[in-house]
């Protein structure tokens, strides 16, 4: 079975920082593309960050970027997210993504709140 797995998420202070883990089962990890992406309540889930099969190439949200960085691991089948500089704005639950030109697949979100 597909499992997306996320950890890491929780209560910080404004300009904090947190770093989210999905850990990956079922597929064959390092052909698919790994994003994240957030959704407040009332909210469309939005695409946070997203890295290529071997990692080469990322992709941001202009208001992440130069505060968070996504990288993986293809050796432990884990994509990471590194969220530094928070902001209260960045509270929403966070969900792991994997996809290819055939399939897609979503993990459990993980919720980060960024409060004083």
């Known amino acids: 079975q597909v499992q997306l797995v996320a950890s890491g998420g929780g209560s910080v202070q404004p300009g904090g920082s947190l770093r989210l883990s999905c850990a990956a089962s079922g597929f064959t990890f390092s052909r698919y593309t790994m994003c994240w992406y957030r959704q407040a309540p009332g909210k469309e889930r939005e695409l946070v960050a997203a890295?290529?099969?071997?990692?080469?190439?990322?992709n941001y949200a202009d208001s992440m970027k130069g505060r968070f960085t996504i990288s993986r691991d293809n050796a432990k089948n884990t994509v990471y997210l590194q969220m530094n500089s928070l902001k209260p704005e960045d509270t929403d639950v966070y969900y792991c993504?994997?996809?290819?030109?055939?399939?897609?697949?979503w993990g459990q979100g993980t919720q980060v709140t960024v409060s004083s």
């Open positions: 890295i290529t099969s071997a990692g080469g190439n990322t």
């Open positions: 993504n994997a996809r290819s030109y055939y399939a897609h697949y």
